[in-house]
């Protein structure tokens, strides 16, 4: 991570690298406090820490400074609770966390202040070997796991960047999601703008993308749907994004449609990722799911994907060293992903996850297919297919719903009904709410529940 900074610095060192609510930061700027946070943390023997902040040039600055003297950081959810914290830095052993929130010291961790740590500007010109990361998975139920990265492996593709001085990106993922640290590495490594707000909910951020001419957004499908609402209902015009990227979940083509519709112009991206197999890369041309082509790649190719009993595995050059606690994992190690895919023609669709399948009377029913017709439905803003458990057959499919503006509760409901009534009927929704909102965890759905296998 340093090294983007210092690049970017050499470049244009007053470039905007970060846009946040404590103010604007350039390359120069970004690069000296990590470079001062990083002497702290060497002048105070600190090899390993946990970052708990929602100041996300802080959180980066913190990062860059690991990277820079090979000490592993690890970024925790910046709501976290107290307990929560506790408990993690316990699972991971984490006897220092570097964090604005003193609240936290409650629960019998070392807190450590961000100005505790700033000390003499470390110049190092060769950076260290081994340079530790600690991801933590989404942990939606129980402690997450702790998944080790190295920075070389994440950065390798940054080498051959293009130049993207001039874009401003929004970031709509937390600074503890591997996919806002993904984000994150592009931006910085391309010498473009972030701008990072506090709070990454898409009403709360149309203000910032219109004040700060956002370009670039790469997001959840969740986010994109309830964007693209908030879009509608603003009465300026919609801003001419650039780039469309969705990841985090799969994406229906419905949606590829629409976002295609408002923004004829922009490229549409789909990235393919995951805490422990890193980016497979992006998909450009639009459609939903992944090129059937890319199962076919050579042994000695970057990423490589197969399907094994409907699973996706993935060979990836910017795969996981292993869990914490475990030995390191050979480098040319096949992943299972844990999503479910079938191939379709020349594509291969997403079924959902694994953890996600409903069991309905021994019938597994796949949640995504039916979320698709759902959402379909006119009137319907987003949807969540879940299992309900059920006395008789174990679970059943149930439906949240959240309604678009002026949209009619019994109407929806009938047509929803309509739509899936060719369906198989262990897949038909047997229960269907509207609700105001749907249960989500970092902007992607909750779909996990009763019958889930």
Known sequence: ???????????????LAMIAEGGEWSYARLT?????????????????FAIVSNDIPLVVALLAASSLIGAEACTYAPDITVEEMARQAAAFAHDVVVSDRPELASGGVRIVAPDEVRGERVADAVLPERRPLLVLTTGSTGTPKGVRHDWSRQLSRMASARDGSGQVWLLAYGPQQFAGLQVLIHVLGTGATLVAPSVRRPQAVLELIHDHAVS??????TFWRFMLAEFRADARPVPPLRQVTLGGEAAPGALLEELRATWPEARISHIYAGSEFGSTGSVRDGDDGLPVSLLSGANDADVSLKIVDGEL?????ASMLGYYGDDDRPPDEWWPT???VEVVGDRIEFRGRKTDVINVGGVKVHPLPVEDRVTAVPGVQAA?????ANALVGAVVAVDVVLGPGADDKAVKAAIR???ADLPRPWQPKSIVVVEELVMKENKVVRGGAGAD
Do not use: F, K, N, W
């Open 1 to 15: 991570m340093i090294e983007l900074l210092r690049r970017g610095a050499e470049r244009q060192p007053d470039a």
């Open 32 to 48: 000296a406090e990590a470079e001062a946070l990083a002497g702290g943390l060497r002048a105070a023997g600190v090899t390993r």
């Open 216 to 221: 670039h957004i790469s997001a959840t499908p």
């Open 313 to 317: 595995y993935v060979r990836s050059g």
């Open 338 to 340: 844990g999503d479910l």
């Open 384 to 388: 969540r297919v879940y299992g309900r």
């Open 418 to 420: 309509g739509a899936c």
